[in-house]
Structure formats: C-alpha cells, structure tokens
C-alpha cells in the first residue's frame, strides 16, 4: 500500500477589526451554535486544551459533523486540532487558526495540512476557508455573521435529513 500524498498547506488570511481577545471568544466558543462553522456547536468534555477530544456537533445534537484533538491551545493567540469530518471516510487533516493584535484589529489566519491531496475532505476544507472567515469577520465587527452565514442558520433541519446514520452522536463519544 503506497503512502498518501498530502495536499499542498492551505492558507486563508483575514484581517478583523475587532479586538484579539473578542476573536478569539467567539472563535472558541463552547456553548452556542457557531455560524462560521456552520452552525455546529463545539462539545468537549474538559474544555477546549492541548489532549482535549473535541467534536463539532448538528445543532439537533444527534448528529457529530466533525471529530478531532486539540493539538495546541495557547490564548488568545492558537488553536491547532485535528478534523476528520464524520460523513467522509478520510483520515484527520490538522487545522490551526492563528491570531495576531494589529493596529485596529486581529489578522486571524486559518491554516489547513495534511489533508489527502485530491481527497473529499481537502476539497471540503479549501473550500470552507472563506466561508469560515466571511463569517467570523462579520460577526466579530457587526453582531451578525454574513449573508452566507445566516443562511446557513436557517438550513440545519434540512442537512439532518441527510445526514449519514454513521453520524449519529453514539458513534463518536468524546471519551
């Protein structure tokens, strides 16, 4: 069996003006659904640290959409894990967001490796880098996330209905 061959390192860079320490809250919020992360509510069961299991889960809380370990936990600067999306059958990428104080706001950076070039799970990846900050950029300089993002809001009834039943929240326990 050959090796896989991982995709070139993703980057996606954006600049908030918002305050480093109201990115990085919204960034890794624990208790809400997250409209940049479509809607997915991040469950952990000690909190968000290096070690930590983690998975980003439907907000019906049935389903578990993403799974993963955090990797580095470092406030209010990095927040590095593991992904490995729950509906396709691809090993983890790693995923780091970086955050960097700027004059009149944060450059938040999101960053994608190790993902299996030509692979579903890369092409999921780059093509929710946008998406992702768009809406992280909205709701931290306005409230609100963007078009695209409260559109998303709206869509979970009908993303559950297609959901894999290899989804379902048993399947992937945080212990």
């Known amino acids: 069996m050959s090796e896989p061959v991982f ?12 305050p480093i320490d109201l990115v990085w809250s919204t960034l890794v919020a624990t208790d809400k659904a997250l409209p940049f992360f479509f809607g997915s509510i991040c469950q952990t069961t000690d909190g968000l640290k290096a070690g930590a299991k983690y998975r980003m889960v439907h907000p019906n809380k049935k389903l578990a959409m993403v799974v993963g370990e955090v990797i580095a936990f470092d406030p209010p600067h990095i927040y590095s894990h593991t992904f490995q999306m729950t509906n396709i059958d691809e090993p983890p990428c790693k995923v780091t967001y970086t955050l960097v104080e700027k004059d009149d706001g944060t450059e938040f950076t999101l960053t994608i490796e190790n993902a299996i070039e030509g692979g579903k799970l890369f092409k999921e990846m780059a093509s929710a880098q946008g998406f992702i900050s768009s809406n992280l950029k909205a709701l931290c300089e306005t409230g609100r996330p963007a078009f695209t993002g409260r559109m998303v809001a709206v869509l979970p009834p009908i993303f559950g209905l297609f959901a894999k039943k290899s989804q379902n929240i048993n399947n992937w326990p945080l212990g």
């Open 7 to 18: 995709a070139k390192t993703n980057i996606n860079r954006t600049f908030i003006k918002a």
